[in-house]
């Protein structure tokens, strides 16, 4: 299961890139387990995703709570939570 990532704002300045191509493991079936996947793999990814109060998630340009199932998707985009002004 490939899954392109993408990260805007501090999300993408912590992990030092926009994108990525990922292959998680079958175990891996929510957006909260491919963040606890990708933290372990890489220090970068474990600050970016540090607090996860401050993390919004869309999967396949839909946004969904973290807990949400990532089966069968073919993007997950992580993204701090958005204000207005």
Known sequence: MALEMLYFAWVRENVGRG??????PAEVTTVAALLDWLAAGSAAHAQAFDDRAKLRAAVDQAFVPLDASIVDAREVAIFPPVTGG
């Open 19 to 24: 994108s990525e191509r990922v292959e998680p």
